[in-house]
């Protein structure tokens, strides 16, 4: 057996005469496995990434059960928005006594005024656009928590000293923390996760594996005639099937191991260039020891059982290589049950209502998409078969294809339907961002927000102390209260905002604006305004606070809020309530200034950075900040997305190339012969474009109507509109006609070499 094995070696990276070809076979299959490897590898590490963040997120956990004999740590959570595209997460703590718990990643806790912040906050601060983010910070940074102390890399995190009275008289929402960790009770994915990860890994996958087992049985002819000839040598037909398996183990062994190189490489790198600003440690992207045997073993595996498989209907002989004349008909029940199967689970959610997402949706559409995924590719050779068949005449280039289609479509077809996987997977991916993204809120801004940029939402206990800080900042001319209430009339509730004429201009476009005046927004669906007395609530530190009654006053404007999840609420001034006490409630400060507004908001945070988290600075038009992050994701999916479609698209690509290759090897004699009977080069290369071609065509309208059918009752789950981003789809088939014409171009000069007359007389 060693001795086979050894043979298999010798001809993997020699072969004679034809170690050109041995050698281009074995760089193929090597980059084919090397691909597949670096695929798989990170997705089996993602389950020991998120396992690794969720077991630190346990152990970062605050406990506030009271325990014997602890002084608790007094913790106040508090989040800074609007700074930049995050929320940086701030826990002030104090300690009540000298055995008060330390959180884990600091060696001490943080004296009062004194700022620790998470490696990805330090370097935030660092970086050039640091300055808008120091200036909103409250203290000053001493320290960085370590890698203990977080749950992920990208945490934006902090731990701010302040004095215990300052917590205490934060009341009930403040707390009181006796240790720290809880206990770990493991991670799993959810169906929702299961949905989405299952057909990505399916579109990235399926082509990967097409290009592994058509590179393993390139220059199979010359391989077949080799075997042969060690058949006249003696060996019987058990030792060739070993030296066939050694020989693509070769290639195996070294994908595998440049695979795992790469992925070693690729972690490191990975840490700090993920899209959508996700941030890793490298020690957490590890893939778990048992998947990663398997992974060695069936990596490699598929690449010897794809050239065994190959000889399945070949028999070698001493003499020569005889393979079976008549080609068995495919077996369609099998194929269509797979594509039966995944169009029954996506209908099953049809008896789910719109936007009714539960567990079992999930699971049936994970499930189902798999299916249908994997059913349409199975059954793209089988409808090529069939259509074939049936096409007759026609120029003689379109004649040479269909009938090298009607003798063997089937491999040409198993590449192909590396594409409809890519197209369909592409078709859903895009149709779900699109969708999410057509339903970002066109939003129109208020006028008012241009002449009040900034605000400072505070409490009504805080409200006279942020109004003089912040006139004392640089850039302010003037602080404009207002502070949110609801009106009850009965059952039914709203609720509106009370201000003078600045603040409520930047909440809708009102119009002439005087003291006295009440504005109605109206909502999407149309409505009347109040009318009568309504009770005025206030809501503060958690809980709701009763006012006075108020009555309506007959001068109320309707007026359009502009967006359409808005309205149904009251916009009043001070004068339209006549010296009514208002309930205490959250106030929001609107700031008006000169200059650039970014400068105004920070100088205003750093004026107000001493009343910590009961003052939060952030922009008046916040819902723009929100609209820019979410447009920004969505620009961001898309990217990734054409990113890893035309990667796929090129793998198929290189499968088509070396399928070509193969063809025009395996038919040189041929090829010569028409050439030199007189069929122009021409007409050669156009047959070959067509026997390209037809599969590619029937692929793309399956993989159209595939994908389609996955994306429609994931949206409907969802309770979103469907919509087709036509750009991108029209630059994918663009980009599959491109592949099919550089494929086609790249095998020109070959067609020509074996079609020469000196080729020819020397068969």
Not at 26 to 35: C, D, E, H
Not at 160 to 171: C, D, F, S, T
Not at 363 to 384: D, T
Not at 477 to 483: D, F, K, L, N, S
Request: net charge positive; glycine share 12%.
């Amino acid at each position: 057996m060693m001795r086979d094995l050894a043979l298999g070696l010798r001809l993997a990276v020699g072969g004679g005469r034809m170690s050109g070809a041995a050698l281009l076979r074995l760089a193929m299959t090597a980059f084919g496995i090397a691909l597949a490897v670096a695929v798989l590898l990170p997705a089996a590490a993602v389950h020991h990434l998120t396992g690794a963040q969720a077991e630190r997120k346990a152990a970062i956990a605050q406990v506030t059960e009271p325990r014997a004999g602890v002084a608790p740590l007094l913790a106040y959570n508090w989040y800074l928005s609007s700074v930049g595209d995050d929320f940086v997460g701030i826990t002030a703590v104090a300690a009540t006594g000298a055995n008060s718990p330390v959180p884990p990643g600091l060696s001490r806790l943080p004296a009062p005024g004194e700022l620790v912040v998470s490696p990805e906050l330090a370097a935030k601060l660092a970086s050039p656009d640091g300055g808008s983010l120091k200036a909103r910070l409250p203290g000053h940074v001493v320290g960085r928590i370590s890698r203990e102390g977080v749950s992920g890399a990208g945490d934006l995190t902090a731990f701010y000293g302040v004095p215990a009275a300052q917590i205490e008289a934060a009341g009930a929402e403040g707390r009181k923390i006796y240790a720290f960790g809880k206990p770990y009770t493991g991670l799993g994915l959810s169906a929702i996760m299961l949905g989405a990860i299952l057909p990505i890994a399916a579109v990235l996958l399926l082509p990967l594996l097409i290009f592994v087992t058509t590179a393993s049985r390139m220059g199979a002819a010359q391989r077949e005639r080799r075997l042969a000839a060690l058949r006249l040598i003696g060996l019987d037909s058990r030792q060739v099937k070993r030296v066939a398996a050694a020989e693509s183990l070769v290639g195996a062994v070294i994908g595998l191991v440049a695979g795992i190189g790469f992925f070693a490489l690729l972690r490191t790198f990975v840490a700090g260039n993920l899209p959508f600003g996700l941030r890793i440690f490298p020690e957490d992207f590890v893939p778990a020891w048992p998947l990663v045997v398997v992974i060695v073993l069936l990596v490699p595996g598929l690449a010897v059982g794809s050239a065994l498989f190959g000889l399945r209907r070949t028999i070698v002989e001493p003499l020569g290589v005889v393979r079976q004349g008549k080609p068995v008909r495919r077996r369609v029940w099998w194929r269509w049950a797979l594509t039966l199967i995944g169009v029954l689970l996506l209908a099953a959610t049809l008896a789910l209502d719109r936007g009714e997402g539960d567990t079992a949706g999930g699971v049936a559409l994970a499930a189902g998409s798999v299916f249908l995924l994997v059913g349409v590719a199975a059954l793209l050779p089988w409808l090529v078969e069939r259509l074939v068949e049936r096409l007759h005449g026609g120029s003689p280039s379109w004649q040479l294809a269909i009938r090298r289609l009607q003798l063997d479509s089937g491999t040409a077809s198993r590449v192909v339907s590396g594409l409809v996987v890519v197209l369909a997977g592409t078709i859903l991916i895009q149709g779900v961002i699109t969708s999410l993204g057509g339903d970002i809120k066109q939003y129109a801004s208020p006028d008012g927000v241009a002449a009040a940029p900034v605000r400072v939402r505070t409490t009504a206990a805080h409200e006279a102390e942020v109004a003089r800080l912040v006139s004392a900042a640089r850039g302010v001319t003037g602080t404009h209260p207002a502070r949110t209430v609801a009106f009850r009339s009965g059952e039914k509730r709203g609720y509106g905002v009370v201000g003078d004429c600045v603040a409520l201009k930047t909440q809708a476009n009102i119009g002439d604006c005087a003291d006295g005046d009440v504005f109605y927004l109206v909502p999407a669906g149309g409505g009347a305004a109040p009318t009568g007395e309504l009770q005025l609530q206030g809501y503060s530190h958690g809980r709701e606070t009763s006012g006075p009654e108020w009555t309506v006053p007959g001068n109320v404007r309707a007026v359009q809020s502009g967006d359409k999840a808005a309205g149904d609420s009251l916009l009043v001034t001070p004068g339209a309530l006549g010296g009514l006490a208002l309930p205490d409630s959250t106030v929001v400060v609107y700031v008006s200034g000169t200059g650039d507004p970014r400068a105004l908001t920070d100088n205003v945070a750093r004026a107000v950075n001493p009343l910590a988290w009961n003052a939060e600075v952030g922009n008046s038009d916040y819902l723009d900040d929100y609209r820019a992050r979410d447009q920004q994701m969505m620009e961001s999916f898309r990217a990734v997305l054409l990113t890893a479609s035309l990667f796929v698209l090129a793998v198929a690509a290189m499968s088509l190339l070396m399928l070509s290759i193969e063809q025009i090897s395996e038919r040189r004699r041929p090829l010569a012969a028409l050439s030199a009977a007189g069929v122009p080069i021409g007409v050669l290369a156009r047959g070959s474009l067509w026997q390209t071609a037809v599969p590619v065509v029937v692929g793309v309208v399956l993989a159209v109507a595939a994908g389609l059918g996955l994306t429609a009752p994931i949206l409907r789950l969802a309770d979103r509109p469907m919509i087709i981003d036509v750009p991108v789809l029209l630059a994918l088939a663009g980009a599959t006609v491109a592949a099919v014409l550089l494929v086609t171009g790249l095998t020109m000069p070959l067609l020509r070499q074996v079609t020469r007359l000196d080729t020819l007389r020397s068969e």
